[in-house]
């Protein structure tokens, strides 16, 4: 099984971000224990962080031919970008949308998602380990 996983905006300075939101850990962090957890779970994951949503929407498109499920944290994006939930219209594998931090509980604006009714799956507040268990959901094809 193939998954990407697709980092957004402000992701690549996870570690100078407020710790008592997202944990103080780094992307590279971040992304070393999901390559882990790949391995464990036994499948092929592509780590991806990029600050500009052109880029983003692309890589939605690479997903397209590759990916059996996609992983997505789009940051800021996730509150306005209708080019982001475009994007991830057009896949037909599972996505599931994750957030280290609890979005929901947080300022008003944030707790809007554009990716609403398209998303198989949504974890928030979990820090990394939503990651895990997006990857554990996808594997065990129950997102
Ligand atoms: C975030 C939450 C977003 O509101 C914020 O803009 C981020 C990170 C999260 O993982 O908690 O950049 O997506």
């Known amino acids: ?3 990407v996983v697709l980092n957004g905006v402000n992701l690549n300075v996870l570690g100078r971000r407020d710790p008592t939101l997202y944990g103080g850990i780094t992307l590279s962090e971040l992304e070393t ?5 790949a391995a ?3 499948c092929t994951v592509r780590c991806r962080q990029t600050n500009h949503e052109g880029e983003f929407v692309e890589w939605c498109h690479d ?8 992983i997505v944290n789009p940051g800021a994006w996730t509150h306005y970008s209708w080019a ?3 994007a991830v219209e057009l896949l037909s594998v599972p996505v599931i949308e994750v957030h280290l931090s609890n979005v929901d ?4 604006w944030r707790r809007r998602s554009v990716l609403e009714g398209l998303v198989a799956g949504r ?3 979990k820090g990394p380990e939503g990651y895990r268990e997006a990857l554990e959901l ?3 094809g129950r997102p």
């Open 123 to 125: 974890i928030v507040g």
């Open 138 to 140: 996808l594997v065990q």
């Open 1 to 3: 099984m193939r998954i």
């Open 84 to 86: 982001i939930r475009d």
């Open 33 to 37: 224990r999901i390559y882990e957890w």
């Open 105 to 108: 509980e947080r300022e008003e």
């Open 63 to 70: 997903a397209l031919d590759w990916a059996d499920g996609v």
């Open 40 to 42: 464990r779970l036994e």
